[in-house]
């Protein structure tokens, strides 16, 4: 099964945003891997095999599971970005989010919930990237110390995929408007962005700030 490329890097960048637990040799491993290759597309299975090397399972095996079971035939078709879309900004990913939250860690259950979503955003004009807004006829989300990850191109016109902080990956109209849609179906959404009109990205966890601890794993893995 091959991936796009721009898909493969989004899910890997939404990976070094996240606190799942990839042990750092691994993930060292799967960045190494995409960036030693240009290929587009890529062979999915290679970064599978360097993925099953963790005790337990990464963001590659849980977005997997939710590709397979969306089909008839599970591992037919090839991975685009649209499904990398899909997964990170629907119910699935939502339901997991609500189970991940700890509050011994963890200082607010809204700004991590609405941040551990795929939304589609914009640059604040003049912040560099910094900051970024999600908007909706009902509530907007102003998300502060925001990071565009290497290789996104900024545009302060632009759409973008948000995680965690992250500007991890462009988006066409077409795009942002699908996100938006499955935005908009996750129930309690619109009510904890309307409770939490600014988030910020850097104190998503007690004892730690959550940017520079993002920076530390893009620097360490060369990216």
Excluded at 159 to 185: D, F, I, K, P, T
Aim: one cysteine or more.
């Amino acid at each position: 099964m091959l991936i796009e490329r721009k898909a493969l890097r989004t899910l890997l960048y939404t990976m070094l945003t996240c606190p799942c637990p990839v042990g750092e040799e691994h993930e060292r491993a799967l960045v190494e891997a995409f960036l030693s290759s240009e290929d587009d597309p890529l062979d999915f299975g290679a970064f599978l095999s360097i993925a099953d090397r963790n005790p337990l399972p990464t963001p590659l095996h849980l977005f997997l599971r939710f590709f397979a079971d969306g089909r008839e035939t599970p591992l037919a078709d090839d991975v685009v970005f649209s499904d990398i879309l899909r997964y990170f900004g629907g119910h699935y990913h939502w339901e997991r989010s609500i189970q991940s939250f700890d509050p011994l860690t963890m200082r607010n259950s809204a700004s991590y919930l609405i941040g551990h979503m795929f939304l589609p955003v914009i640059p604040v004009p003049g912040s560099e990237g910094r900051q970024a807004l999600w908007k909706s006829p009902e509530a907007s989300v102003l998300f502060k110390e925001t990071i565009l990850f290497p290789g996104v191109p900024l545009a302060e016109d632009g759409l973008y995929a948000l995680h965690l902080g992250g500007l991890v990956a462009s988006l066409s109209r077409s795009e942002a408007e699908m996100l938006q849609r499955h935005a908009l179906l996750l129930k309690d959404m619109l009510r904890l962005a309307d409770e939490t009109p600014e988030i910020d990205c850097s104190r998503f966890y007690f004892g730690k700030n959550h940017k520079d601890a993002t920076l530390s794993r893009l620097r360490r893995n060369g990216v």
